[in-house]
């Protein structure tokens, strides 16, 4: 489902279990508190993320840091560092063991930008939850890709990561074709796909209701280098009950 407004994003959470917003409207509405002023260093720092060394399939196709956040009433706080944990019914490819990825940089972890995407994702969400505690992980994700390895978004095919809700941001893509997102009923049916094209259009998700994936990404010019980065953050409702 389109949501051409963040004003209608919990009216799709609740009926068919998801949104995607374009960038111009959630830019709009960060923009608006003077909260993208590090956007640039922010969208910089997927220059530097680190190779997945838990890939199954072999592939160093894909890069990324982590971080985890605290949510409730009196604010949002960063989380000691630790490992991000799947289990297998979640995550057949690479659940089950404790995966240590490099911490997002500080600056980036407490910079404008992601507090406001930490912020109104939260602000969305419990629009449609009781909850107000919250285990949040964000995530930075760089794939790649080359003319003879294509980069696979969602190795794992489609899935649901086994929290409460999730955001998936798009950051930048480069010499890209393909990655479209497609979300799933629980029985299978696809309910619907969209391709995150500009810098933060983003696909909101209420995780114990839909599945997702992503195609795979190959290079526009098979002769330049090419990625898809996007920040993705999960909400897991600690008070569980009014999840």
């Known amino acids: 489902m389109v949501a051409e407004t963040l004003d209608t994003v919990p009216a799709a959470l609740a009926g068919p279990g998801f949104a995607f917003v374009a960038g111009a409207a ?36 894909r890069r990324r840091r982590h971080a985890v956040y605290a949510a409730s009433p009196a604010g949002i706080v960063r989380g000691p560092h630790q490992a991000h944990y799947q289990t297998l019914e979640y995550n057949r490819l690479h659940g089950g063991i404790a995966r240590w990825f490099e911490p997002i940089e500080p600056a980036i972890g407490a910079g404008p930008t992601l507090g406001a995407i930490l912020e109104t994702s939260r602000s969305l969400f419990e629009a449609v939850s009781a909850a107000r505690q ?3 992980e964000a995530h930075q994700f760089r794939i790649e890709a080359r003319a003879a390895v294509h980069g696979r978004p969602t190795p794992e095919g489609v899935h649901r990561d086994g929290v409460d809700y ?6 930048d893509r480069v010499n890209v074709t393909s990655g479209t997102t497609s979300v799933h009923a629980l029985d299978g049916r696809e309910l619907g796909s969209f391709t995150l094209t500009s810098p933060l259009d983003a696909a909101l998700l209420d995780d114990r209701r839909v599945a997702h994936g992503v195609t795979e990404i190959a290079p526009l010019d098979p002769s330049r280098p090419s990625h898809r980065d996007v920040l993705v953050v999960t909400w897991k409702a600690l008070d569980a009950a009014l999840g």
């Not at 959630?26 to 003077?34: C, D, H, P, T, V």
């Not at 922010?42 to 993320?49: G, K, Q, R, V, Y």
């Open 26 to 61: 959630l830019r709009e509405r960060l923009g608006a508190s003077g909260r993208l002023t590090d956007w640039e260093a922010f969208a910089a720092s997927w220059n530097d993320l680190r190779v997945d060394p838990y890939m199954a399939d072999g592939g160093r196709y």
């Open 166 to 171: 999730v955001i998936v941001l798009l950051v």
């Open 134 to 136: 919250w285990h949040v």
